[in-house]
Nanobody, 123 residues
Framework: VQLQASGGGLVQPGGSLRLSCAAS????????IGWFRQAPGKEREFVGA????????RYADSAKGRFAISRDNAKNTLYLQMNSLKPEDTAVYYC?????????????????WGQGTQVTVSS
């Protein structure tokens, strides 16, 4: 079971990025996939979660209205569309998967993790 997050980069405040989370060795069908981020010196925090079986999503308050999770079934890939980015969104972003159907926000509830992708929001 492997996850790979990609799509990070440098973007100006107010800009957009789309992150991808690809799975290898398994399909997302029976998983909840979470997005998390970790800024330097801070704890890893929840961004959003997506249940593949019925597309139910859950977002952190900081992400509501700006970020959106979507999927591509054929590519077995999940996306995090981030709009109206702010400097405080700067962090390493991770995707993670759990095999239970609950959309937990705690990182400890997720069994499988990708390697992270850096997002920097700066002018």
């Amino acid at each position: 079971v492997q996850l790979q997050a990609s799509g990070g980069g440098l973007v100006q405040p107010g800009g957009s990025l789309r992150l991808s989370c690809a799975a290898s060795g398994f399909t997302f069908d029976n998983y909840v996939i979470g997005w998390f981020r970790q800024a330097p010196g801070k704890e890893r925090e929840f961004v959003g979660a997506f249940r593949w079986s019925d597309t139910v999503t859950r977002y952190a308050d900081s992400a509501k209205g700006r970020f959106a999770i979507s999927r591509d079934n054929a590519k077995n890939t999940l996306y995090l569309q981030m709009n109206s980015l702010k400097p405080e969104d700067t962090a390493v972003y991770y995707c993670a998967a759990r095999s239970n159907s609950a959309l937990f926000s705690s990182p400890g509830r997720y069994e499988h993790w990708g390697q992270g992708t850096q997002v920097t929001v700066s002018s």
